[in-house]
């Protein structure tokens, strides 16, 4: 079945890097965008950006552009997200979710990892 | 960016009871929205794309209609698994979500 599994939890002090992964199984990785998505506890949702795992292209919401960076590996079917420079209220948990549309950098979120808390605390 | 609103904020229902959910967008959105539903300690879950299709494994006591600026989730006969909070998600301008209605058992 569609699958994305993330790592774990992360604790970091402001301003250390933090890296999430999130592994996909059950389809082909290169044919469905993903997307990044965070929610701080007890809130809702906000919007990170896409990346295109086929071709690698992003697109960032402009509150995270030059902060974030959405990278992935096709050989192990992995996507990333990568946090430069965090501050405490950027403590949440993140999640990938998939574009539940082929090839579609648009579309419902038909499948989602189950989340990675990042606490950013000095 | 495209604001939704949803309301109530809190809602308190009884199972077997009729459950009716709003999201409101500033602009309109088509039919360019989704509902999930999330419980403690979980991801969400997709149950209504395009307004109105319900994804694979949604019950049929769920359903979505609505189109432009005004959407509604109606939960037809509620079921002690259906206590949870309720998401609209849009898509046709950049992505944002709702703040979320959370259904609770009275």
């Known amino acids: 079945q569609v699958q994305l599994v993330q790592s774990g939890a992360e604790v970091k002090k402001p301003g250390a890097s933090v890296k999430v992964s999130c592994k996909a199984s059950g389809y082909t990785f290169t044919d469905y965008y993903i997307h990044w998505v965070r929610q701080a506890p007890g809130q809702g949702f906000e919007w990170i950006g896409w990346?295109?795992?086929?071709?690698?292209?992003?697109n960032y919401a402009q509150k995270f552009q030059g902060w974030v960076t959405m990278t992935r590996d096709t050989s192990i079917s992995t996507a990333f997200l990568q946090l430069s420079r965090p501050r405490s209220d950027d403590t949440a948990f993140y999640f990938c979710?998939?574009?539940?549309?082929?090839?579609?950098?648009?579309?419902?979120?038909?499948?989602w990892g189950q989340g990675t808390l990042v606490t950013v605390s000095s | 960016e495209i604001v939704l609103t949803q309301s109530p904020a809190t809602l308190s229902l009884s199972p077997g009871e009729r459950a009716t959910l709003s999201c409101r967008a500033s602009q309109s959105v088509s039919d360019y929205l989704a509902w999930y539903q999330q419980k403690p300690g979980q991801a969400p879950r997709l149950l209504i794309y395009?307004?109105?299709h319900r994804a694979t494994g949604t019950p049929t006591r769920f359903s979505g209609s609505g189109s432009g600026t005004d959407f509604t989730l109606t939960i037809s006969r509620l079921e002690p698994e259906d206590f949870a909070v309720y998401y609209c998600?849009?898509?046709?301008?950049?992505?944002?979500f709702g703040q979320g209605t959370r259904l609770e058992i009275k």
């Open positions: 998600h849009q898509r046709s301008n950049w992505v944002t």
């Open positions: 395009d307004a109105s």
């Open positions: 990346i295109n795992p086929k071709s690698g292209d992003t």
């Open positions: 979710a998939r574009v539940g549309y082929y090839y579609d950098s648009s579309g419902p979120f038909d499948c």
